[in-house]
C-alpha cells in the first residue's frame, strides 16, 4: 500500500502561484511514476504533469506546460507541483497519484494509488 497525502491547495488571484506538496509513505519503492491530475465541477478527470521518481524525467499537459513544474525530494518521499501565472480555468481539485509504470501515464489508469485531492480556485 502507498498513501498519498497532498497539500498547498489555496485562493489565488489570476496571475499568482501556489505550490502544491503530496507526501507518499508505505511501498513507495514498488512506485514508478508520480502525477498530478485534477478535476473541475462537471468535467473528467486530466492529467496535468508526472515525473518519475528518479527525478530524471517530466511530463506536462499542453494546458500547463511552461507554468507549471513538477519535481521530487525522494529523502522525503515528496513531489511538488509550482503553478505559475494561474488562470481561472486551472481551478479544480488537484490529485496526487502514483503508478508503477513508466508509460502511458498520462492516463488516470495507469495509476493505482490517489490522495483524497487538494482544491485550488483561481480567481479573475
Known amino acids: 500500500q502507498v498513501h498519498l497525502v497532498e497539500s498547498g491547495g489555496g485562493l489565488v488571484q489570476a496571475g499568482g502561484s501556489l505550490r502544491l506538496s503530496c507526501a507518499a509513505s508505505g511501498r513507495t519503492y514498488s512506485m514508478y511514476t508520480m502525477g498530478w491530475f485534477r478535476q473541475a465541477p462537471g468535467q473528467e478527470r486530466e492529467f496535468v504533469a508526472a515525473?518519475?521518481?528518479?527525478?530524471?524525467?517530466?511530463y506536462y499537459s499542453d494546458s500547463v506546460k511552461g507554468r507549471f513544474t513538477i519535481s521530487s525530494d525522494n529523502a522525503k518521499n515528496t513531489v511538488h507541483l509550482q503553478m505559475n501565472s494561474l488562470k481561472p480555468e486551472d481551478t479544480a481539485v488537484y490529485y496526487c497519484?502514483?503508478?508503477?509504470?513508466?508509460?502511458?501515464?498520462?492516463?488516470?489508469?495507469?495509476?493505482?494509488?490517489w490522495g483524497q485531492g487538494t482544491q485550488v480556485t483561481v480567481s479573475s
Open positions: 497519484a502514483a503508478s508503477s509504470r513508466a508509460y502511458y501515464i498520462s492516463s488516470s489508469g495507469s495509476y493505482n494509488y
Open positions: 515525473i518519475r521518481w528518479s527525478g530524471d524525467t517530466t
